[in-house]
């Protein structure tokens, strides 16, 4: 299979070290005409999935489908003049070379959203169904959730990296983060639990039920009622969600809606502060939201 080439430039950055989670890999693409001595600063979007976002020939998927393309959605959309150009900071999720891990254990870990889940999770540890672990975390279906520290990687030491190396815009105003499935779910978090960081998030297909029935008691409410409980003020923070309604998309209309409701309490306008899209007949994969990713990409980086 012919790989197209990248509209921009990019550049790996190999097994980046944590004190917080494993070494990954952390791709950053820079639009056409920008370079790390460029003097024009641009504003920062954090992809998670980011083995997922570009084509190239060393990518885990090359020779696949499993692409969303966003280089060439915001190379469109900067042409058109309809955004302001970003950098992505395409963040790899903690998978198995081999495709072994994909989307099991070590990915569901960092992504599942740490408090709500603890909170709930701590309640039921009388009962036996689950234990604390000698890490000091809540063990569950046999993994050690740490959402917790994969946001401090992200905050703490990836951004102070990236803000170092490259023309970035540093503030909140202009820093954002997308992703989709579970990625959805921790971007939403993150925003929630770093607010003054993140000026926005795009969550896609955001998994507010569970893939399996044993999760699924807290899965679809608890982490819902924790972030209705935690969203900041309404005026300083942007949210996209979307799902649609095929596969496992077709699930997660009634979570995204106690999630509405949720937002509009905390006074967030819809349509100015936070968007919810329905996709008739779009599913759960890098195809669907590849064909929408210009849509969240508006919302946040729109030119007015």
């Given at each position: 299979?012919?790989?197209?080439p990248?509209?921009?430039?990019?550049?790996?950055?190999?097994?980046v070290?944590?004190?917080?989670?494993?070494?990954?890999?952390?791709?950053?693409?820079?639009?056409?005409?920008?370079?790390?001595?460029?003097?024009?600063?641009?504003?920062?979007?954090?992809?998670?999935?980011?083995?997922?976002?570009?084509?190239?020939?060393?990518?885990?998927?090359?020779?696949?489908?499993?692409?969303?393309?966003?280089?060439k959605?915001?190379?469109?959309?900067?042409?058109?003049?309809?955004?302001?150009?970003?950098?992505?900071?395409?963040?790899?999720s903690?998978?198995?070379?081999?495709?072994?891990?994909?989307?099991?254990?070590?990915?569901?870990?960092?992504?599942?959203?740490?408090?709500?889940?603890?909170?709930?999770?701590?309640?039921?540890?009388?009962?036996?169904e689950?234990?604390?672990?000698?890490i000091?975390?809540?063990e569950?279906?046999?993994?050690?959730?740490?959402?917790?520290?994969?946001?401090?990687?992200?905050?703490?030491e990836?951004?102070?990296?990236?803000?170092?190396?490259?023309?970035?815009?540093?503030?909140?105003?202009?820093?954002?983060?997308?992703?989709?499935s579970?990625?959805?779910?921790?971007?939403?978090?993150?925003?929630a639990?770093?607010s003054?960081?993140?000026?926005?998030?795009?969550?896609l297909?955001?998994?507010?039920?569970?893939?399996?029935?044993?999760t699924s008691?807290?899965?679809?409410?608890?982490?819902?009622?924790?972030?209705?409980?935690?969203?900041?003020?309404?005026?300083?923070?942007?949210?996209?969600?979307?799902?649609?309604?095929?596969?496992l998309?077709?699930?997660?209309?009634p979570?995204?809606?106690?999630?509405?409701?949720?937002?509009?309490?905390?006074?967030?306008?819809?349509?100015?502060?936070?968007?919810?899209?329905r996709?008739?007949?779009?599913?759960?994969?890098?195809?669907?939201?590849?064909?929408?990713v210009?849509?969240p990409?508006?919302?946040?980086?729109?030119?007015?």
């Amino acid at each position: 299979m012919l790989v197209p080439p990248l509209n921009g430039t990019i550049i790996h950055h190999e097994n980046v070290a944590s004190r917080f989670v494993p070494s990954r890999l952390v791709d950053v693409w820079l639009p056409e005409g920008i370079d790390k001595k460029s003097k024009e600063s641009l504003p920062v979007i954090y992809m998670q999935d980011g083995e997922m976002m570009f084509r190239y020939p060393e990518s885990l998927f090359a020779g696949s489908d499993y692409f969303w393309d966003v280089d060439k959605a915001i190379t469109r959309l900067v042409k058109n003049n309809e955004i302001r150009p970003p950098i992505v900071v395409a963040v790899a999720s903690a998978l198995d070379r081999s495709h072994e891990n994909w989307q099991k254990d070590a990915r569901r870990a960092e992504y599942m959203p740490q408090k709500p889940v603890e909170e709930n999770l701590k309640s039921r540890m009388q009962s036996g169904e689950v234990r604390p672990t000698d890490i000091g975390g809540i063990e569950e279906e046999g993994y050690v959730i740490s959402s917790d520290n994969y946001l401090k990687f992200l905050v703490d030491e990836l951004k102070p990296f990236i803000d170092k190396t490259y023309p970035t815009l540093t503030g909140q105003v202009d820093t954002f983060i997308m992703g989709s499935s579970m990625g959805g779910l921790i971007s939403a978090y993150a925003v929630a639990e770093y607010s003054e960081v993140y000026g926005g998030a795009a969550c896609l297909s955001s998994a507010w039920t569970a893939m399996d029935g044993a999760t699924s008691e807290w899965h679809n409410d608890v982490i819902v009622e924790w972030l209705s409980s935690h969203w900041p003020t309404a005026g300083r923070n942007r949210v996209y969600f979307d799902y649609g309604t095929k596969e496992l998309d077709a699930k997660y209309e009634p979570g995204q809606k106690k999630m509405d409701d949720a937002l509009s309490k905390h006074g967030f306008v819809e349509g100015k502060d936070w968007v919810t899209r329905r996709f008739v007949g779009a599913g759960h994969g890098p195809k669907d939201w590849r064909e929408r990713v210009h849509i969240p990409l508006r919302f946040l980086l729109g030119i007015d």
